[in-house]
């Protein structure tokens, strides 16, 4: 297979929390977790799966935030005649994915499953791009370093089932794990290619016709870029590969049969009222893996440099104003200057979100989308972050936080000898159970 030709340009009303609920999901959490953690122990230097499900659960009080945000109504009809209906308007969030960065597959964070899937689809990235991947370029080789490489992936965090079952929902246990297709990307030439063009619009001229000039040229003759394009999506559509993972869900079937009960045990101590938003991911589902998105994410093909966030300081950032001392999300490759390696994990952790919850962004992944049939969606408000690895954390936080005159900055005594970090993602739903047509909520 030929390798792709390398294009890269130069880049110079009032909500009201329901009473009883943070216990409740206390006793819920403490259940779950020496239930989980029984399962297998998790060794020093990595997580394991039945560790990401019972870390999940013990952060729950602290990130779910429950909340009822007003009622939904719902036309019913018969033959005959018709009535309304109304079911309770809620929001919380749900642990969706676990966002893991790492230098070398064989030291992925996630020990089980996350080490299968990274070196398993490493040799598939090489046969895409044509060249040997290797072990994402190192990290930070000394504390004065400033750039740094890393993979990452995206997997359905299976504690994410817990809000399925309590919304009555089944969740059936995949053997397999498919590598995500094309379907994304080919939306990119006519959906998202025009909306960038929209993006630059907005950008002063003189900005446009200087620093940006290459991703200009490439937006106004694009027939090379889409060609490559063409190309690699050929590359992708033969490999059809899936990964077995039998063996990593056998060790948390029982946890996930705790969590049916406890989910019945949850709504029958609120009469059938705990009303939960199913989550976008799906069960062990491979959103993103960037070995197989080598093409794009190490830049052979630089599609991410088209967006004018790449180039105009202070758009698309992590956190906020000038003094900021994270890093940008765009463009959204494995490369980032940043010299604390924690920081450096949660800006990409960040690139990946960014990546996974909108459509026909020019990445090979699967969209997290929330299931549209029992429950009618209103958006969120974003997503919260928890530590799973290499210190388990029992809250949530959202990244950016303005540390530059502080002593101390976000990450300190949170770094991994091997460079590799898991992230949990909680994401923000909204939702109501459908009742028949929706025809309006208050607020």
């Given at each position: 297979m030929n390798p792709v030709p390398s294009t890269r340009p130069t880049r110079q009303t009032r909500t009201k929390r329901r009473p009883g609920r943070r216990a409740l999901l206390s006793s819920v959490a403490a259940a779950v977790t020496s239930m989980t953690l029984?399962?297998?122990?998790?060794?020093?230097?990595?997580?394991?799966?039945?560790?990401?499900?019972?870390?999940?659960?013990?952060?729950a009080p602290s990130c779910v935030s429950y909340m009822v945000e007003g009622?939904?109504?719902?036309?019913?009809?018969?033959?005959?005649?018709?009535?309304?209906?109304?079911?309770?308007?809620?929001?919380?969030?749900?642990?969706?994915?676990?966002?893991?960065?790492y230098n070398d597959?064989?030291?992925?964070?996630?020990?089980?499953?996350?080490?299968?899937?990274?070196?398993t689809l490493t040799a598939a990235g090489s046969s895409i791009i044509g060249r040997t991947l290797d072990s994402s370029a190192g990290g930070l080789d000394t504390p004065s370093a400033m750039t740094n490489y890393k993979s990452a992936d995206a997997i359905g965090n299976p504690a994410g089932a817990l809000a399925a079952m309590v919304a009555g929902g089944s969740v059936s246990m995949p053997t397999t794990l498919t590598i995500p297709s094309v379907t994304e990307l080919a939306k990119f030439p006519t959906q998202e290619l025009p909306n960038i063009g929209r993006q630059w619009a907005s950008v002063p001229k003189d900005i446009a016709n200087t620093v940006a000039s290459d991703a200009k040229k490439m937006l106004e003759a694009p027939a090379q870029m889409l060609e490559s394009l063409q190309t690699i999506?050929?590359?992708?559509?033969?490999?059809?590969?899936?990964?077995?993972?039998a063996e990593t869900v056998q060790q948390i079937q029982g946890g996930l049969e705790g969590f049916q009960q406890l989910g019945s045990m949850v709504s029958g101590a609120t009469g059938g009222s705990m009303l939960f938003c199913p989550g976008g991911a799906t069960l062990f589902g491979l959103h993103i893996q960037t070995e197989i998105d080598a093409p794009f994410w190490r830049g052979v093909l630089p599609l991410e440099m088209l967006y004018p966030q790449s180039w105009v300081p202070g758009l698309g950032e992590v956190g906020s104003g000038y003094t900021q001392t994270w890093g940008p999300t765009y463009p959204r490759t494995g490369e980032i200057i940043q010299s604390h390696p924690v920081k450096a994990s949660a800006v990409l952790a960040e690139r990946i979100a960014s990546i996974i919850y909108k459509s026909a962004q020019p990445h090979i992944y699967t969209k997290v989308e929330p299931p549209s049939g029992s429950h009618v969606y209103f958006g969120g408000r974003g997503h919260q972050w928890q530590m799973l690895h290499p210190r388990p954390a029992s809250s949530c936080l959202t990244f950016g936080g303005n540390d530059s005159l502080s002593l101390t900055t976000f990450g300190d005594g949170q770094t991994d000898p091997a460079d590799g970090y898991a992230w949990n993602l909680w994401q923000h739903y909204i939702c109501c159970q459908r009742r028949g047509i929706f025809l309006f909520s208050v607020p």
């Amino acid at each position: 297979m030929n390798p792709v030709p390398s294009t890269r340009p130069t880049r110079q009303t009032r909500t009201k929390r329901r009473p009883g609920r943070r216990a409740l999901l206390s006793s819920v959490a403490a259940a779950v977790t020496s239930m989980t953690l029984a399962l297998a122990p998790a060794p020093a230097n990595a997580i394991t799966t039945p560790g990401v499900v019972g870390y999940t659960a013990a952060a729950a009080p602290s990130c779910v935030s429950y909340m009822v945000e007003g009622v939904c109504f719902f036309l019913r009809c018969k033959l005959t005649f018709c009535w309304i209906e109304t079911s309770i308007k809620i929001s919380h969030y749900v642990p969706d994915v676990v966002v893991s960065t790492y230098n070398d597959p064989l030291m992925h964070p996630w020990a089980d499953l996350g080490t299968l899937v990274a070196t398993t689809l490493t040799a598939a990235g090489s046969s895409i791009i044509g060249r040997t991947l290797d072990s994402s370029a190192g990290g930070l080789d000394t504390p004065s370093a400033m750039t740094n490489y890393k993979s990452a992936d995206a997997i359905g965090n299976p504690a994410g089932a817990l809000a399925a079952m309590v919304a009555g929902g089944s969740v059936s246990m995949p053997t397999t794990l498919t590598i995500p297709s094309v379907t994304e990307l080919a939306k990119f030439p006519t959906q998202e290619l025009p909306n960038i063009g929209r993006q630059w619009a907005s950008v002063p001229k003189d900005i446009a016709n200087t620093v940006a000039s290459d991703a200009k040229k490439m937006l106004e003759a694009p027939a090379q870029m889409l060609e490559s394009l063409q190309t690699i999506m050929k590359s992708i559509q033969g490999l059809g590969q899936v990964i077995k993972i039998a063996e990593t869900v056998q060790q948390i079937q029982g946890g996930l049969e705790g969590f049916q009960q406890l989910g019945s045990m949850v709504s029958g101590a609120t009469g059938g009222s705990m009303l939960f938003c199913p989550g976008g991911a799906t069960l062990f589902g491979l959103h993103i893996q960037t070995e197989i998105d080598a093409p794009f994410w190490r830049g052979v093909l630089p599609l991410e440099m088209l967006y004018p966030q790449s180039w105009v300081p202070g758009l698309g950032e992590v956190g906020s104003g000038y003094t900021q001392t994270w890093g940008p999300t765009y463009p959204r490759t494995g490369e980032i200057i940043q010299s604390h390696p924690v920081k450096a994990s949660a800006v990409l952790a960040e690139r990946i979100a960014s990546i996974i919850y909108k459509s026909a962004q020019p990445h090979i992944y699967t969209k997290v989308e929330p299931p549209s049939g029992s429950h009618v969606y209103f958006g969120g408000r974003g997503h919260q972050w928890q530590m799973l690895h290499p210190r388990p954390a029992s809250s949530c936080l959202t990244f950016g936080g303005n540390d530059s005159l502080s002593l101390t900055t976000f990450g300190d005594g949170q770094t991994d000898p091997a460079d590799g970090y898991a992230w949990n993602l909680w994401q923000h739903y909204i939702c109501c159970q459908r009742r028949g047509i929706f025809l309006f909520s208050v607020p």
